[in-house]
């Protein structure tokens, strides 16, 4: 249990994914500790809404860099279909098998804790 703390603190993740409302959602990340990823853009947040089997991965529809947050509007938004979430930086991509759910399963409270663990 510590080494996935420490290792989710140290890499990119993300820290939370709520929805209020059930027709929107948004998630939020941390570069973690590898400063050179903690300037504007250089982490990008895609995608992979499982909706058919040829599903691809998609690069976040809005992002709102200050508050490292992607917002997903309702056109991109359906409850009862499964989402994962990743981080790519340049050369390398930071996804865990965790950072899925539905959006009727990412309510007011979120999804991840403080640890970026679910």
Request: glycine share 4%; proline share 4%.
């Amino acid at each position: 249990f510590f080494l996935s703390v420490f290792t989710a603190t140290l890499e990119p993740h993300f820290t939370d994914c709520i929805s209020r409302d059930l027709e929107t959602f948004r998630c939020w990340w941390s570069p973690g500790s590898l400063h050179n990823l903690s300037t504007l853009g250089a982490l990008k947040v895609f995608y992979l809404k499982k909706d058919s089997p040829s599903s691809e991965w998609k690069e976040c529809p809005e992002y709102i860099h200050d508050n490292r947050e992607c917002f997903f509007d309702s056109n991109h938004t359906s409850v009862w279909i499964p989402y994962c979430v990743q981080l790519r930086g340049q050369n390398i991509t930071y996804f865990n098998e965790d950072d899925c759910f539905t959006v009727e399963n990412i309510d007011a409270e979120g999804i991840f804790n403080d640890d970026g663990l679910l």
